[in-house]
Structures are given as C-alpha cells and as structure tokens.
C-alpha cells in the first residue's frame, strides 16, 4: 500500500519561496508517475506537475512552468516541489499524488494520495 506524507508548507510572503517534499514509501515505484496538485477553497483540485519516477521526465500545468520545479530522489524515495516567486493565488492546500503508469494531468487518475500541505501566501 502505497502511503505519501507531504511537508514543508507554511506562510510565505509574495515573492518568497518554499520547498515542498512528499516521502513515498509502501513499494517500489519504478512504474509509477508522482505528482503535485493543488486545491483552493471552493475550487477543484489542479494539476501542477508530474514526473516520471524512473526517467525523470517532468510536465508542468502552464501557468507554473518556469516558477515551479518538480523533482525526485529515488534513493530517499522523496518528491519535491520547488516554488519560486509565489503569488497570493498560489494560496492552497498541496498534494502529492502517485499512480502507476504515465504522468495525467487529472487527479482522478492517481490512485494514490497525501494528506495535504497548506501553503499561504501572503501579499
């Protein structure tokens, strides 16, 4: 069973940056994509990126390419999300997610998931 502890949220001032991390454990994942999204009150649940975790590849939703940064370190079988020059609209509690095959930009596609991490950006 595949379980996912999200950390490293927090209060952050607009322009400021945090570091998500997201410890996997429970199996290999070899075969499997990771990913992060994001959910604001009232809003659904939003891609932001994804990465293969035997390649490396990586997708990002548009509006976070270049401000965000996915990555893993499969010795520690960790998953992180770098995010630079936050905005108060970045304001959202942040999951990671695992599914086994390709990276999809729909959250129902991840059979796997964190509890959440609350990010706030304050402006």
């Known amino acids: 069973q595949v379980q996912l502890v999200e950390s490293g949220g927090g209060l952050v001032q607009a322009g400021g940056s945090l570091r998500l991390s997201c410890a996997a454990s429970?199996?290999?994942?070899?075969?499997?994509?990771m990913g992060w999204f994001r959910q604001a009150p009232g809003r659904d649940r939003d891609f932001v990126a994804g990465?293969?975790?035997?390649?490396?590849?990586?997708y990002y939703d548009d509006s976070m390419k270049g401000r965000f940064t996915i990555s893993r370190d499969n010795a520690k079988n960790k998953l992180y999300l770098r995010m630079n020059s936050l905005k108060p609209e970045d304001t959202a509690v942040y999951y990671c997610?695992?599914?086994?095959?390709?990276?999809?930009?729909?959250?129902?596609?991840?059979?796997?998931w964190g509890q959440g991490t609350q990010v706030t950006v304050s402006s």
């Open positions: 429970g199996r290999t994942f070899d075969d499997y994509a």
């Open positions: 990465i293969s975790w035997e390649d490396g590849s990586t």
């Open positions: 997610a695992a599914r086994d095959g390709a990276i999809m930009v729909l959250p129902e596609m991840y059979a796997s």
